[in-house]
């Protein structure tokens, strides 16, 4: 069955350096663009960033331009997300989601993973 | 960017009760509109996308429609596992945005 699991989450200080990864299982990486999504505590869903399924392309939202950058493996089944420069409004469960690819965008996801809680405090 | 608004934020209903939650987008996003259920602690799950086709496992008393502007997302007979907050998301242009998210509870 398709799994993703999520890891690399933690206490954080301001300014600082963390790097998120999933592990997917139970389909073809290959095939499929990869998302993260962020719910920061009590609040609601935020989309982070994609990857394209080859790898060709990568989107982010406005406030993680610069900062962030998502990669994948293939020969691991594993997406990252590598965090810079991280404040405290980072501060979130972060979800790893599969998406279809089309012609036109890798944007329709399905599966999601469990998630991975980042604290980003002095 | 797309804003999309869900109404309500929050609804109390009944076992049994059909239930109607509605999204709005500030463009035209054709049937780009997906709906994702998530309960507390857990992950979202993914119950419909292209606005009306059901992901593969949703039971059918979840349904979607609309399109350009307007979508809605109806629970036919709410059962105790429904009672969850649900999410509207655009995925025709970057960057994909979410509803606000309507909680629905039991009355």
């Known amino acids: 069955q398709v799994q993703l699991v999520e890891s690399g989450g933690g206490v954080v200080q301001p300014g600082r350096s963390l790097r998120l990864s999933c592990v997917v299982s139970?389909?073809?990486?290959?095939?499929?663009?990869m998302h993260w999504v962020r719910q920061a505590p009590g609040k609601g869903l935020e989309w982070v960033a994609v990857?394209?399924?080859?790898?060709?392309?990568?989107q982010y939202v406005d406030s993680v331009k610069g900062r962030f950058t998502i990669s994948r493996d293939d020969s691991k089944n594993t997406v990252f997300l590598e965090m810079n420069s991280l404040r405290a409004e980072d501060t979130a469960v972060y979800y790893c989601?599969?998406?279809?690819?089309?012609?036109?965008?890798?944007?329709?996801?399905?599966?999601w993973g469990q998630g991975t809680l980042v604290t980003v405090s002095s | 960017d797309i804003q999309m608004t869900q109404s309500p934020s929050s609804l109390s209903a009944s076992v049994g009760d059909r239930v109607t939650i509605s999204c709005r987008a500030s463009?035209?996003?054709?049937?780009?509109l997906a709906w994702f259920q998530q309960k507390p602690g857990k992950a979202p799950k993914s119950l419909i996308y292209?606005?009306?086709s059901l992901q593969s496992g949703v039971p059918s008393k979840f349904s979607g429609s609309g399109s350009g502007t307007d979508f809605t997302l109806t629970i036919s007979s709410l059962q105790p596992e429904d009672f969850a907050t649900y999410y509207c998301?655009?995925?025709?242009?970057?960057?994909?945005?979410f509803g606000g998210g309507t909680k629905v509870e039991i009355k």
């Open positions: 990857i394209w399924f080859d790898g060709s392309k990568e």
């Open positions: 989601v599969r998406a279809h690819c089309s012609s036109r965008s890798c944007y329709m996801v399905d599966y």
């Open positions: 139970g389909f073809s990486f290959r095939s499929y663009g």
């Open positions: 463009q035209d996003i054709s049937n780009y």
């Open positions: 998301q655009q995925y025709n242009s970057d960057p994909l945005t």
């Open positions: 292209a606005a009306s």
